[in-house]
């Protein structure tokens, strides 16, 4: 079964700190791609990064990266120098091919960040 | 491109009611997909389909929901009749292929208050 676990249902951090955010998988699939996605009080999706099954680095976008460990499937966002505008709904979501083409995701951390 | 489209942003019906949510995927892409976001259950997928075809529809709740795909530019979920607890924010998605480093593209949402 595929399933994503994100364990904190809040975190909060202040302007200019890094942030993680927790984010453990389970597949059995070999092949599968690892997203994170913001959803901000508008309530849109907002594709953050991805990261490959078969990547050798950690995926990186701005000041997003991903701190992927295949052995302990685990795919944690790191956020560096965190601004007010990062306040979010922040999901983790797996998408593999042996079961399939959706997406299935977790249940998200809401990140609050204050000045 | 103007992302995916979902229509109407906002519906508001009253239980025993028929509704019928709008996505227009962005052209090209081959797999569009149903979900449903609740503060209880999170994003569950509904259903996808795959050029224009329904692959999977495991995450229908019940008879009372049902998805079409006519064409390549444009799919409906239809609730009918609708109840109280149908009351959630309906997301489209679309993606080219089926591979795992596709993610997907989000619409804006429909929020559904059944009352």
């Known amino acids: 079964a595929q399933k994503i676990t994100q364990t904190q249902p809040g975190m909060f951090v202040q302007e200019k700190e890094a942030v993680t955010l927790d984010c453990t998988y389970d597949?059995?699939?070999?092949?599968?791609?690892l997203f994170w996605y913001k959803q901000p009080s508008s309530g849109e999706m907002i594709f953050l990064i991805y990261q490959g099954s078969y990547d050798q680095q950690n995926a990186t976008e701005g000041r997003y990266s991903l701190n992927f460990q295949k052995a302990r499937k685990s795919a944690n966002l790191v956020i560096s120098a965190s601004q007010l505008g990062d306040s979010a709904m922040y999901f983790c979501?797996?998408?593999?091919?042996?079961?399939?083409?959706?997406?299935?995701f977790g249940k998200g951390t809401t990140l609050s960040v204050s000045s | 491109d103007a992302g995916v489209i979902q229509s109407p942003r906002h519906e508001v019906t009253e239980m025993g009611q028929e509704v019928t949510l709008r996505c227009k995927p962005i052209s090209g892409h081959d797999y569009l997909f149903w979900y449903r976001q609740t503060m209880m259950r999170g994003l569950e997928l509904l259903i996808y389909f795959n050029n224009n075809v329904p692959i999977d529809d495991s995450g229908m709740p019940e008879d009372r929901f049902s998805a079409k795909m006519p064409n390549a530019s444009f799919s409906t979920l239809k609730i009918q009749p609708s109840e109280p607890r149908d009351s959630a924010v309906y997301f489209c998605?679309?993606?080219?292929?089926?591979?795992?480093?596709?993610?997907?593209?989000f619409g804006s949402g429909t929020r559904l208050t059944v009352v």
């Open positions: 998605a679309s993606s080219l292929r089926g591979s795992a480093n596709y993610g997907y593209t």
């Open positions: 597949t059995s699939d070999p092949s599968y791609g």
């Open positions: 979501a797996m998408r593999a091919i042996k079961a399939g083409t959706a997406l299935i």
